[in-house]
């Protein structure tokens, strides 16, 4: 017995000697993370903030640029199999749908586990982290809202207890004007929270501050918008309950906000209009929006980094056929003619090219491509490759073809070639390598192609290389046009001048072109329409707008519906120096445009699927008409 009790008390000894260092029963565990190590520790959660701002969404973003072709100023010219882009005969009762409950969901894990699992970390760290998460939770219900309506707002996790009743977890809409509000207390709790602010910079990355407030500017101007031009429709767009449709009085309460969030940013002094290449206007308008060091017009960006291995094709996807650096790809993306004639002249004037003398008799006819583009708003150059351009510091040789005089019928031959590069018969240019052509894949059908967001940079429109130009969700130019547009629906005339007149200043129009008799709504839309071209903005104004249905009406008589296309020739006329040689233009409709864009009054709020609505228990009601 001595013996066994020995035994036992030796036993008793090694076992509770070694449960001090560690219990052998509850051992961490090596291939599993704990939520304590996780919230403790601030590489993961900043890991975990960096998978949540990547999934943002957006329906045109350098992942998802062939979007530009369905719902912005310009055409489908890559793949012929694609060129249902190109005729839209009706826009889908489900397009734009976005219902991302699944990052609602993670955000809010995220945001209780922080204050349950996070105490190793300050008070300071922990109010940044649950800032910039709450700041990505109110960008995904903007998101929706913009798309669906009002939408559950859904704040905290929603947990099955397995009775077999799920209905606390079944959660109705919000009305529309509650998801706007909503986005606006967030920020406005948040911004002060957030850091990511050293000195006079600001990280374009991350949430900010003036992030916040950027996001507010923009989602307050939608809804005021929405609760005015809504309410102007003979049947406005309306639920019962609200969930889709914001009262007019609340109007001016929004765009009031929506200035203030803007002025806030403008008058912090951290950012400016980019103008850092003043002897080339065209040229400082792309920079302002690709250029990534020392551009502080950037307020908020997703980046691209080939150090990292994070590239895109969008330079390999658009850039002219002529100068690709690839034997595959270019040319996917092509602006339309009416985009460029949406650009002014410096001299205030119509944007609509000078293609016909005034008697429509003939031609004008020019010395060189470029000279049509004369004296036009440096931001189409800063947009769009025209004929006459050039980008990598290469000419984009851009010709249709010939026309021919005929002396006996007094009227022009039109010859094009078959294939790009070729020469006529004088032994000069036919057709441009990087055409316009009417039917060839992958070379402008519209006589354009995109600037804004190709990498100039040598090799970045090759598969091997790639590029990093980043995408741009907010910029200064922007906040400018949300404080001019706030302020004009306020009857702030003089504050509406002052920001529109600086953003057309830095384009080249004199100081002040604009005055309080020439200035109007229609003016402040085409302003965005040509500042902020391809950025993600085209579609949602005109949506929240009410004009979406009559621009893009499905009528193929309506000039907006259409979209055209502009195609130089090279005039062959001996014996008249006053022509021959010179170069006319054509303007045509798009010749793989084959129908017209139409947008439908169904279409300004999306088709809620079917099992949402059954998920709910029916506490999701439809969207009108359907």
Request: proline fraction near 4%.
């Amino acid at each position: 017995m001595k013996t066994l009790y020995k035994g036992l008390i030796l036993g008793i000894f090694i076992m509770t000697g070694s449960s001090c260092k560690e219990d052998f029963l509850e051992r961490t565990p090596k291939t599993i993370i704990l939520e304590e190590q996780v919230w403790n520790d601030s590489k993961q959660i900043l890991g975990l903030l960096a998978n949540y701002y990547d999934r943002l969404p957006s329906e045109q973003s350098m992942d998802n640029w062939t979007n530009m072709a369905n719902y912005d100023d310009a055409m489908w010219s890559g793949y012929t199999g694609e060129d249902g882009r190109n005729n839209i005969t009706s826009y889908g009762s489900g397009s734009w749908y976005l219902w991302d409950y699944g990052l609602i969901r993670d955000i809010n894990l995220a945001l209780e586990s922080i204050d349950l699992y996070s105490t190793k970390l300050s008070a300071a760290q922990k109010a940044q982290f649950k800032g910039e998460l709450r700041f990505i939770r109110a960008f995904d219900y903007f998101e929706m809202v913009k798309r669906m309506g009002g939408v559950p707002l859904v704040t905290k996790q929603l947990i099955y207890d397995y009775s077999g009743d799920p209905s606390p977890l079944q959660t109705a809409r919000a009305k529309e004007a509650e998801v706007y509000d909503f986005i606006a207390s967030e920020l406005d709790a948040i911004k002060n929270d957030l850091g990511n602010v050293t000195g006079s910079t600001a990280s374009n990355t991350k949430a900010t501050k003036y992030t916040a407030m950027a996001l507010k500017s923009r989602a307050m101007l939608y809804a005021g918008s929405i609760a005015k031009y809504n309410a102007q429709l003979a049947s406005p767009i309306t639920l019962p309950g609200g969930e889709v449709g914001i009262p007019l009085a609340r109007a001016n309460e929004y765009f009031q906000k929506s200035l203030d969030a803007s002025k806030e940013i403008i008058n912090s002094g951290l950012f400016t209009l980019y103008k850092g290449n003043p002897g080339n206007l065209g040229e400082n308008f792309y920079e302002a929006v690709v250029k990534k060091i020392g551009n502080k017009e950037a307020i908020f960006v997703k980046d691209y980094l080939s150090a990292k291995s994070k590239k895109h094709g969008f330079s390999y996807n658009n850039i002219p056929l002529g100068i690709r650096e690839d034997n595959l790809g270019s040319s996917a993306i092509t602006p339309s003619l009416n985009l460029v004639e949406s650009y002014e002249y410096l001299d205030g004037s119509n944007g609509a090219l000078k293609i016909r003398n005034a008697a429509n008799t003939d031609y004008i006819y020019y010395d060189n491509p470029q000279d049509i583009f004369a004296n036009k708003d440096a931001r189409l150059y800063g947009t769009v490759i025209y004929p006459g351009s050039s980008f990598k510091g290469l000419p984009v040789q851009m010709q249709a073809g010939v026309l021919v005089w005929n002396a006996a019928t007094s009227t022009y031959s039109t010859v094009e070639g078959s294939s790009l590069g070729a020469s006529y018969t004088d032994g000069k240019l036919l057709t441009g390598t990087s055409g316009p052509h009417r039917t060839i894949q992958e070379v402008s059908n519209s006589g354009f192609y995109i600037r804004k967001f190709l990498d100039a940079g040598a090799g970045t429109s090759t598969r091997g290389i790639g590029t990093d130009v980043w995408w741009v969700w907010f910029r200064l130019g922007e906040m400018y046009l949300n404080a001019s547009e706030a302020a004009f629906e306020l009857g702030q005339t003089t504050d509406a001048l002052t920001y529109v007149n600086a953003i057309r200043e830095r384009a080249g129009f004199p100081a002040n072109s604009l005055n309080a008799t020439t200035l109007t709504m229609d003016k402040i839309r085409n302003e965005r329409k040509v500042e902020l071209a391809f950025e993600d903005h085209r579609l949602w104004d005109m949506k929240r707008w009410r004009i979406a249905h009559i621009v893009w009406n499905g009528n193929p008589n309506n000039a907006d519906a259409m979209l055209y296309a502009l195609y130089p020739y090279r005039v062959i006329r001996p014996g008249d120096a006053s022509k021959d040689g010179k170069y006319v233009f054509v303007k045509m409709i798009a010749p793989r445009f084959k129908a017209p864009r139409n947008f439908q009054l169904f279409n300004y709020y999306t088709f809620i699927n079917q099992s949402v609505i059954d998920n709910s228990g029916g506490k999701v009601i439809r969207n009108p008409f359907q």
